[in-house]
């Protein structure tokens, strides 16, 4: 009889990459996909918890599945990711009808814990990080299913201690993936279809060959200690890029997510300037303008050297958009701290933004400090943020009517009339375009004819023939040591 499973995946782009590795492992076991979690046999999560109120959607969603469970006592409640990884057994605890606990370093394992849940089993969670043998499971996407756009990893893990963050606690120390494995891995989905990839990692730029089998960051190393006030000068992402680049030459379009401020060298910058399908567009997380809040959460940067770092990136590739993320409401933040925020904000041009309110998170070392700031201050704080990057956003938007943009179609706009893509940068694009012809997976020319608050509208001129991303005029070596506050 088929077996069948539903996976709903809950948090960042890092979730969405894992909720695919674990279809894949699944369907290689003989499972097959429903959209009907009353059909399914199994029911997994893939849960987020890097604030709390993503924590309190799981409860939630796992009270949905309770019904399910009382009627039919064979079907398979799984909870895998953060929240699985940070409460283990507890969580056993807390929902005594889940079956199966399952960290983020275990899912090739979950078959045969379903299984074993399956022939009666008692529950069990399994969450133990690969650090001594760090392993990355390849990709084998499913070939029916046409995909313009795959993540790749090249890293897990991470060792920044950004004093708010669980991410470390819940996805343990840096691991890094060999480029032979992810120019594969790359290559393989460039041959299944895929147009656009984007690299994944929670510090993604500090990328750097593993030497051996088992290096991960949790042993000893050569590297310079990681607290340095500057540029740190240890990744090989530059490299990376520019092999993925030479080597898939057929790849129309490369992104990469998060990088950390940094992590952002000169040849990282050089690379931008150079490699024709690296994006225009980068997501490079900030948190706060204030350099009094930026040292309480240990990002190892000052507001100046952000600064410093975009200021060169957009001398390199001056079509360059950016985006971020935000805390508002960090314990200890003050009105004069939240300006700073927002003079940076507008410093830098931010043409979208993630701003989130500070939640405090289990086992990080930000819960010392409290949670001082008062909700509605939070609240107000949040509100005026989006309100400047919403007017940034829509000058920028505004500025591109009449211009002619080339988009990546990814599919149907959900009017079911046009189609939707994202231009070389990443502004949304719905495109009318002649009837009958699937643009899917085109890049198209488009002549932009309207500007909406977060996305454009336009008329598609023609199908741009698939071909090797143009290499882009080589710009002389950017000099000046990396680094310096101002
Ligand atoms: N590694 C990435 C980085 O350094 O920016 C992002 C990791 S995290 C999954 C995504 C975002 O969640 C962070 O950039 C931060 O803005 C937000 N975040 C993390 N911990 C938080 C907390 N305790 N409260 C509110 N927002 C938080
Ligand atoms: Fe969390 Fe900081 Fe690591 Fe990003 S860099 S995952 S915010 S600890």
Redesign the pocket.
């Known amino acids: 009889m088929t077996k069948r499973y539903i996976v709903q995946t809950m948090g ?1 782009q890092m979730n969405v990459h894992d909720s695919r590795r674990i279809e894949e492992v699944l369907r290689a076991s003989g499972w097959q996909a429903t959209d009907e979690a009353t059909l399914a046999d199994l029911v997994i999560f893939n849960t987020c918890s ?2 709390e109120k993503a924590e309190h959607k799981l409860m939630s969603a796992l009270g949905t599945v309770r019904p399910l469970k009382d009627a039919r006592k064979d079907v398979v409640i799984a909870v895998a990711g953060c929240v699985a990884q940070q409460e283990g057994e507890n969580l056993l605890k807390k929902a005594r009808f889940v079956d199966v606990v399952l960290g983020p370093d275990n899912i090739p394992e979950l078959p045969a814990l379903v299984e074993h849940a399956r022939s009666g089993g008692a529950p069990i969670a399994r969450t133990v990080f690969d650090v001594h043998a760090p392993a990355f499971l390849d990709a084998t996407p499913d070939p029916t299913r046409l995909e313009v756009n795959a993540f790749v990893t090249v890293m897990k893990g ?1 060792d ?1 201690r ?1 004093t ?4 470390p606690h819940t996805r343990g120390p840096e691991r890094y993936r060999s480029a032979d494995e992810i120019v594969r891995e790359v290559g393989s989905m460039v041959d299944g279809g895929v147009r656009e990839v984007t690299l994944l990692g ?2 993604v730029n500090s990328w750097f060959e593993p030497r051996g089998e088992t290096q991960s960051s949790a042993e000893p190393s050569s590297e310079p200690p990681r607290w340095a006030g500057s540029v740190v000068e240890t990744s090989q992402f530059a490299e990376l890029l520019r092999r993925i680049a030479r080597e898939v030459p057929a790849l129309a379009r490369l992104r990469y997510t ?1 990088p ?1 401020p940094r992590h952002l060298t000169d040849a990282l910058i050089e690379a931008h300037a150079e490699l024709g399908v690296l994006s225009d567009h980068l997501h490079l ?1 900030v ?1 706060s303008g204030s350099d009094r809040v930026l040292k309480r959460m240990l990002r190892r940067y000052t507001r100046g050297l952000y600064l410093e770092r975009i200021a060169k990136l957009r001398e390199a590739v001056p079509a360059l958009t950016l985006s971020t ?3 508002v409401g960090f314990p200890g933040e003050t009105d004069e701290d939240f300006e700073e925020t927002l003079s940076l904000v507008r410093a830098a041009g931010f043409t979208a933004a ?1 701003a ?6 289990p086992f ?1 070392p930000a819960l010392k400090l409290g949670d001082d700031v008062p909700e509605a201050v939070k609240d107000e704080r949040l509100q005026r943020l989006f309100a400047v990057v919403g007017e940034q956003q829509r000058a920028h938007l505004d500025g591109l009517v009449g211009s002619r943009q080339r988009v990546l179609v990814e599919g149907p706009s959900r009017d079911g009339v046009r189609f939707q893509g994202r231009t070389h940068r990443n502004e949304i694009v719905h495109i009318a375009g002649p009837e009958g012809v699937d643009l899917t997976g085109q890049l198209v020319d488009v002549t932009v004819e309207h500007a909406n608050n977060h996305s454009l509208m336009g008329l598609a001129e023609g199908v741009v023939p698939a071909a090797p991303a143009p290499r882009r005029k080589r710009l002389p070596v950017l000099g000046g040591a990396a680094g310096g506050a101002a």
């Open positions: 960042c890097i604030r991470c920044e950004c708010y963050c669980v991410v929670q510090t998060s950390h997380p948190q993320d935000v805390i993630f989130f309110k500070y939640s405090p998170r990080t």
